[in-house]
Structures are given as structure tokens and as C-alpha cells.
């Protein structure tokens, strides 16, 4: 273990994942409660800026591979970007029209997520590759393990602050701060920035990914699998009040199903290098659509067998968390190409699933006629539940058939360092 320093990497995981629970969760409902900001005004903004979030990955993936040479630059740049947007969306009062100054902030904070996201996992190709022919496998389980820890420590850190200061956010903000400066510290001999600047198009760097086969099949197993997790989490505080009719109770769920993740990982990755990471994989898909099959039966007042589900379901992502990347990574350091890249077309892709989940499930609720934290009929709830738990499943079925008709070599077996 000495000289890996894989500490590091989950140290950074941490702080990315940190960033990226309040662009989704803690933000809008900041602004709402604290400048009034209307919900048809939030959800206009948001839908806008989920679709900037999508399209600009592919070209920050370009911009990743174009600053290469001077990577741990741009990186220290980007994480001062993402820790003054942070500060100024929670600790500074908004100079002019709240709803602009959030779009402003928000913009700057998903801009430097999403790059420093595409600079970590590319980086962490060539890192993987001296640790072993297990590499991928082991880094994944460092990386994703602080990920989701990260998610933990975001998700209940305003709450706990609330009881020691009236500006939580504020707060949050200026400790997000101080490990952005930690995590920095702690990285910098690992961004190795030897390519040279590329000189193609912003197209053609895609080119050698999308022309492997094994590569685009991995890409579309990524979306499938993806695709559950998308619906689950849209549609996530809905089914806790209203189907399970158990309001407040959303909060201990969530962190339930982030601690079962990141307390999963190093037994998925462990597992992986002794059976494979395709064989494990394939067994944590089936894990997930066992405990939403569950999940169908559920009414109000079952709470604690939805707690079941939630630890059995969130154990299930840290395996994907963990294995899927890992194995693309794998595979980009087979056929030698822009890894930065190539990740930029792997976030696309994974906020892709996001999007089709918005623009589709939402709709779908409201022409059955659910309507949040109001009276539904017994159609609408039902509805509810099946987009919720049934299609989760037919999703994931179908990830699991492609992932099992594909072919994807181990590497030799040898001494780990």
C-alpha cells in the first residue's frame, strides 16, 4: 500500500461528491426558502441548466485532454472556480435578482464538477495501471468508497450545523472550502499531464472510442444501468410521502442508501479481483432488482421494509459505482485513447439518463393525475409505484442480458503491490 496513495484519490472522490449533492438537492431549495424564489421560476432555470450540464460535457472532455500538459493548473483552477461558486450561491447575499445570481453561481459550480470529474477518472487510467493487473478494480474501490462518503458528509452536514450556527450553508460552505484546499494538497504529485495538447478537432478525439465496439457497448450498458437510478432518484421523495406516507422520514432513508454504498465498496472491489468484475457485477444488478421487485408490494406505514430496500438497493449501486467505470477504464487503457475524452462521452452519457428521466417520468405522473403532498387516487399512486419500482426493473433486466452477452477479458492474475 505504501507509495499508491490512494488516500488521496478518495480524499478528492470526497470533495467532488460533496460539490455535487447541493447542485441537485440543497440549492433550490435554498433559494425558495430563503429569497422567495418561485417553483415555476426554479424549475425553469434548472430544466435550462440540466440541458447546458448534458451538452457541455463532450467539449469539457476536449478542453481536459487540450490543457493536459498543464493538468494539476487547470485542476487548482477548476477547484477555486467550484469553492468561490460554492461560497458565493450559500455565504454571500445576492447582489441583484436571487434567481439570476443562483443560475450564475450554479453554472460556474457544475462547470468545474463536471471538468474536474473528467480529470479525475482520466487520470486515474494511467494511475490504475501501475498498481497491478487488479489496478482498476482496487482504484475504484478507494475512489468510489470517498464518493460516496463525500455524498454522506454533504447530505447530513447542514442539518448538523443547524444546531450550532443559524447559517448552515454558510457554513458548509467555508468547511467545503477548507477540504477543497486538503484535497488539493494531497493530489498534486498525482496529476502526471505528460500528452502533448491534441491538435484535432473536438469530434475526432471521440473518434477511436466510439469505433471500438467493446467501448460503445460499455457506454450503452452504462445508460441502462444508469437509467434506474435516475428514475429512483427523481422520483425518490414522492414514493417516501406519498405512497409510503411517511413524511420526514426522507432524510435517514437517503443516508441509509449512501452508507450501504460506500460501506459496499471495498467488498465489491474485493470480490471482483477474486471472481471478476463482470461475474460480480452482473450478481449486484441482480441484488437491485430483487429489492425493487420488493419494493412493489410496499404501502403506507412500511417503513422499515422500505429501509430493508434502501440498504439492499444502495449496497447494489456501490457495485456499479465501483465496476462499471472500472471496467471502461480497463478498456481505454487497452486501446490507447484520450481518456480524458473518452470520460467526457462517460458523463454525458450518465446525465443523459438524468435528462430522459426528468422529461419523461414527471409527465407521465402528472397525466395520471399524482400530485405531490395532496390527496391521490388510488390510480395515481399505483402509477406512481410502478414507474418507481416496476420500470427500474425492466431497465436494469435489459442491462443485465447486454452486459451478459458481452465478452469482457480478465486481466492475468499477479502479485498486487
Known sequence: MTGTRLPAWSLFAALIAMAGLPIYIHAPKFYIDSFGV???????????????????????????????PRRRLGVALAVALMAGSMAALFALPPPFAPILWFALCLTGLFSAFSFLTICFYAEGVAKAETLGPDGHIRLAGWREAGSLLGVCLAAVAPVGLLALTDQPFAAFALIFACLALVATLAMRREWRGQAAAPSEPVWALFRPVLADPLARRLLVISFLNGAPVAVTSTLFLFFVESRLELPGSEGPLLLLFFLAAALSTPGWSLLARRHGARRVLLAAMGLSIAAFLWTVTLGPGDGLAFAVVSAASGAALGADMTLLPALFARRLAHIGTREAAAFGLWNFVSKLSLAFAAVTILPALDLAGFRPGAENSDFALMTLTVIYAALPCVLKCAAILLLAATSLPEPEKGTTP
Open 38 to 68: 418561485t417553483l415555476a421560476a426554479m424549475g425553469f432555470v434548472l430544466g435550462a441548466l440540466r440541458l447546458i450540464d448534458v451538452v457541455q460535457d463532450p467539449l469539457l472532455g476536449w478542453l481536459a485532454e487540450a490543457t493536459r
